[in-house]
């Protein structure tokens, strides 16, 4: 059950994601996510991003991977605020194969945030380390 070229898609805690991996040592991940308010600065955020991960270990039912540079652009449109950001980090993490469809991914890692709200014109920008989860469903 280790890792094999196929197209996925997955649920994570704040997000939708639909994964392609072209062969068993590299896949292409894009997302679609909502930050609940209270998670970023009393604000909704909404979000899509790009990914691709590269696997080092293909061992039993887990697997080891690499994220490259993720980025992730967001909107937002809350009471009286209104901006744009970016979110771009790395990470490493661990793909778990329950059974030949489903797997369950976690992934950490340091990204760099920046959001700017538009009037007025306030910018906000840090570092900070992000865990993800995700349910995996292989289609193919």
Known sequence: MAAHSGISLGIGQDNLNLTIAPSPTHAYNWKLGF???????????????????WFFSQKNAYDFYWLAPDLNL?????DQALGVGTAVGTGA????????????????????????????VLTRQSWDWVISTSINYYLR
């Open 35 to 53: 930050v609940p308010p209270g998670s970023v600065d009393g604000l909704g955020v909404l979000y899509a991003g790009l990914g691709v991960r």
């Open 74 to 78: 967001s909107y937002f449109d809350v």
């Open 93 to 120: 993490g661990l793909e778990y194969r329950i059974s030949n469809r489903f797997s369950i991914t976690a992934d950490m890692g340091p990204y760099w945030l920046y959001l700017r709200n538009m009037d007025p």
